[in-house]
């Protein structure tokens, strides 16, 4: 069964639409690395993802091509998931080659959501393959409630 994260109302609608609105290309201020300076802008790419609730537990799963294991750091803070990565690509010159412009070298992925209950990391379990990575979440145990008895 699916399981729907807690959003604004048009929230998915204008994520989509806005989601790569500062790294588009034709964007003048998206994120290129200039050669002759090394310097780059690159902001995160919105992550996609997808989580069900299997009673006991939440399965992510997370799209990451072309990251490392290395480079993924995966926080859980009571019921907030957060999410983030880099990808990083060598740029070489060659035989007196000049580098003027790299858009490739380095990019990143993010996402944060927040689950309906908390979770804990005791049993957590995290796995990565061929740029998914795959992260089952147990639920954290609830405290039911219980009369206190008057003495």
């Keep these: 069964m699916a399981f729907l994260l807690r959003r604004e109302p048009f929230g ?3 994520d989509d639409v806005f989601s790569d609105y500062f790294t588009r290309s034709t964007w003048p201020l998206s994120a290129v690395t200039h050669a002759h300076t090394g ?3 690159a902001a995160p790419v919105l992550a996609r993802l997808d989580v069900v609730d299997k009673g006991d537990k939440y399965a992510v799963t997370v799209d990451l091509p072309g990251v490392r294991k290395e ?3 995966v926080t859980v803070e009571g ?3 957060a999410i983030a990565a880099e990808k990083q690509t060598a740029t070489e010159s060659r035989n007196g080659e000049k580098n003027l412009l790299v858009e490739r070298n380095v990019s990143g ?3 944060s959501f927040e689950l309906p ?3 804990t990391d005791e049993s957590a379990d995290a796995s990565f393959e061929n740029g998914v990575l795959q992260l089952t979440l147990p639920k954290r145990a609830q405290v039911g409630v219980r009369p206190l008895t008057i003495r």
């Design 117 to 119: 209950v908390e979770v």
């Design 109 to 111: 992925f993010a996402r």
């Design 71 to 73: 480079d993924i750091r």
């Design 12 to 14: 998915s609608i204008l």
């Design 79 to 81: 019921a907030r998931v």
């Design 39 to 41: 310097s780059s802008a």
